[in-house]
T-cell receptor
């Protein structure tokens, strides 16, 4: 699976959009971009995933650049409960199916 | 749905003792994963099962660790004998294997080996 690079930490004001970047410059054509988050002391939680088109669900939006070398997770109206570590994971959907977690981005939503 | 259920939630034991962690996956899911999380190594896969069969156990640290899945609704991770370096949070996750699958994680078992 392709390696990802994320900032170590970010701050965001409550009610504002949180934009979390992820670099995956070595991504191959059959690899998907997944986002999970881990709120303190809880298990990781799936947020969203995509291949090349932008995706949106009730939790977030995922913007993938045209060359697919980077992506941005957008939380449109961050709340204090969104404070967590956010993991960007790139993986194929065949073969080894375990998730490979990096260090992630620690997002702190400020009141 | 109750989600993935793990027990116990916390375990404190002494070095050399046997530890058994338990997991009940989400009903209907046919894949089960055991992960371990430490400050030093982050989240790492230990083993995963598909249709109750172990598929990839390359992450199991050593012979002291063993995992079983006797049926589709239950799995155990056993450490015997336990050592202080096994102290970590152990997560179980389940999924329905297939295209673009999503893994659902349990709350974890926090293990402390003294």
């Amino acid at each position: 699976d392709a390696k990802t690079t994320q900032p170590t930490s970010m701050d965001c004001a409550e009610g504002r959009a949180a934009n979390l970047p992820c670099n995956h410059s070595t991504i191959s054509g059959n690899e998907y971009v997944y986002w999970y988050r881990q709120i303190h002391s809880q298990g990781p939680q799936y947020i969203i995933h995509g291949l090349k088109n932008n995706e949106t669900n009730e939790m977030a939006s995922l913007i993938i650049t045209e060359d697919r070398k980077s992506s941005t997770l957008i939380l449109p109206h961050a709340t204090l409960r969104d404070t967590a570590v956010y993991y960007c994971i790139v993986r194929v959907d065949t073969g080894r199916r375990a998730l490979t977690f990096g260090s992630g981005t620690r997002l702190q939503v400020q009141p | 749905d109750a989600g993935v259920i793990q027990s116990p939630r916390h375990e404190v034991t002494e070095m050399g003792q046997e530890v058994t962690l338990r997991c009940k996956p989400i009903s209907g899911h046919n894949s089960l994963f055991w992960y371990r999380q430490t400050m030093m190594r982050g989240l790492e896969l230990l083993i995963y099962f598909n249709n109750n069969v172990p598929i990839d156990d390359s992450g199991m640290p050593e012979d002291r660790f063993s995992a079983k899945m006797p049926n589709a609704s239950f799995s155990t991770l056993k450490i015997q004998p336990s050592e202080p370096r096994d102290s970590a949070v152990y997560f179980c996750a389940s999924s329905f294997s297939g295209f673009q699958e999503t893994q659902y994680f349990g709350p974890g078992t926090r293990l402390l080996v003294l």
